[in-house]
């Protein structure tokens, strides 16, 4: 077809739109297997639980022995923490190449420079190891040295008082971390647990994030006059899945860049806050670790921070099953896997009531698909998968061959990447690198922020509690 | 191939950029929680001619630029 006869219409208006033809949109498709970290995640998560396995079904210990870490150590002076290395160093040296080959690899696949991921990722082993030490120190529970928070303190005194290099970050994959962590927790999560505690999870998630986006945005929109698509961002991001659920929205109501960036120092700033301050309130009440871990689910606003909280906690109070089980509960199976919905939901009031005249096309429901968070259906399939594999054992098998040889190494080893999550989002948390967010961006989420708190307290604790109370038991 | 409206998605836009790596670095501290290489962002970028965050199937702009 020749250029003068190219059909043109209203909406292409400019001379360069006519005269050229444009490439037909193509959207990431099947590449979306290999070039999105939450595929990765099932992969790696999925891989690790049936290395895990045949390891089990062979009577090997490979497992146990790439799971080590010195966390368990319980050592009382400096000397013995040596002798554990030293005596344990081809092994720590095995796994530090486990870990290097299997996200340098996938990370380098995505699109990650491996000369800057390698030197990046050495440097956070290294303190990994240095935090698990710690937390080994038979003193370290005493003095609330928990591991998640003292990585999360070190993160951020590092990133924030040294001149660490920007390119470093990448190795710092916060998301990609917690991602496999989630994979690898579902190998070891009961599926009873989603079966007769995760509707309650879900209600409960719903109506506070209901509750919590809808106070924010009438705030922020009738009280402080700001613009709809802000308050979609922040309201979003405050009460379903932090910066993940703004970016989703922003790009679904075609919000300003510069509203996601208001929304992202929002999120990082009272998940910061919340991630130090939800342990220690829980501790002070004396909170039973599973309703202390579905409040946290309801209150913080990513996964990453929330296990970190969750996890801090757990420790604290001695179950930290329970507290990662409420969590999961409320945070994965509650909110996360409705951020394609609430985009969905957003774009269509966007479309049809905000921008009436110019909406060219209607948003399509697979946008709840292409926004879905994939990873979700790693943990899922580990749960299934590992229910399956189990049940034929009695209780009593399972206590002294399956939970010492198979589910332990697989805890210990998401451990590591948990450990890797929280020291990355203090890494990568650079304070002068946020936006300032502005007085009524700022005070309107905070309203969500404390609605959000009470009302998951309130929830978790009295109109819920009984099943959270029960977690772990 | 026409030029027709399917065809004016932002990401046929010169000035649509969702390369992950560029996102981030034109957002920072979106990767202390999140991520670029995340499924959630479903491949939507910046438009550098309005500063706009958008979804790249997006189609209602009149500055519309082929990529070359």
Known sequence: ?473 | MAVTRANHHCLNCKYFNNEPDRVEEALPGLSVLSSAYSSVRAEAGICGRHDLFLAPWAEQCRDFQVRK
């Open chain 1, 1 to 473: 077809m020749d250029s003068k006869d190219k059909p043109t219409t209203d909406y292409c208006e400019t001379k360069v739109c006519a005269d050229e033809t444009p490439p037909a949109p193509v959207l990431m498709g099947w590449k979306e297997l290999y070039l999105k970290e939450d595929w990765w995640a099932i992969y790696l998560g999925i891989g690790l639980m049936f290395f895990a396995l045949i390891a089990f079904s062979m009577g090997s210990n490979a497992v146990k022995l790439l799971a080590i870490n010195p966390g368990g150590v319980h050592w009382t002076s400096l000397g013995q923490l040596m002798g554990h290395f030293q005596q344990n160093l081809h092994l720590y040296m095995l796994q530090f190449l486990f870990w290097l080959v299997i996200f340098g690899v996938s990370t380098s696949i995505m699109g990650i420079k491996l000369s800057k991921f390698i030197p990046s990722f050495i440097f956070l082993y290294i303190l990994s190891v240095m935090m698990f030490s710690i937390s080994g120190w038979a003193n370290a529970a005493k003095y609330n040295l928990e591991p998640p928070l003292v990585a999360l303190i070190v993160g951020l005194i590092l990133a924030n008082l040294f001149p660490l290099p920007k390119w470093l970050d990448a190795g710092f994959r916060v998301e990609y971390f917690i991602k496999t962590g989630i994979v690898l927790l579902g190998a070891t999560f009961p599926v009873t647990l989603i079966v007769t505690a995760g509707p309650i999870a879900l209600l409960q998630a719903t109506i506070i994030s209901v509750t919590t986006c809808l106070v924010i945005y009438f705030v922020a929109t009738k009280f402080f006059g700001l613009d709809k698509r802000l308050a979609s961002v922040i309201s979003v991001g405050g009460s379903v899945c932090g910066v993940s659920a703004s970016m989703a929205i922003a790009s679904s109501v075609k919000a300003k860049t510069e509203y996601l960036y208001t929304s992202v120092t929002l999120v990082v700033g009272w998940a910061l806050v919340m991630i130090i301050v939800l342990p220690f309130v829980s501790k002070l009440l004396g909170l039973a670790p599973g309703v202390a871990g579905a409040w946290i689910g309801t209150s913080e606003f990513a996964d990453a921070a929330g296990f970190a909280a969750a996890s801090a906690y757990g420790k604290m109070s001695g179950n930290e099953n329970a507290a990662i089980q409420g969590f999961t509960l409320m945070k994965v199976i509650g909110r996360d896997m409705w951020i394609g919905i609430w985009s969905f939901v957003f774009a269509m009031i966007a479309c049809l009531k905000w921008e009436k005249e110019e909406c060219g096309v209607r948003p399509s429901a697979m946008e709840i698909w292409w926004r879905f968070p994939k990873f979700v259906i790693g943990f899922f399939l580990a749960t299934f998968l590992m229910t399956a594999v189990t049940a034929g054992y009695s209780t009593v098998e399972f206590n002294s061959s399956i939970k010492p040889n198979l589910i332990q190494p697989l805890v210990s080893i998401r451990s590591w990447t948990f450990i890797f999550c929280f020291l990355s989002i203090g890494l990568t948390t650079r304070f002068r690198d946020l936006k300032a967010a502005g007085l009524k961006p700022f005070a309107a989420f905070t309203t969500g922020v404390v609605v959000n708190v009470i009302l998951g307290f309130v929830m978790s604790v009295y109109v819920f509690g009984s099943y959270w109370s029960a977690l772990g038991k």
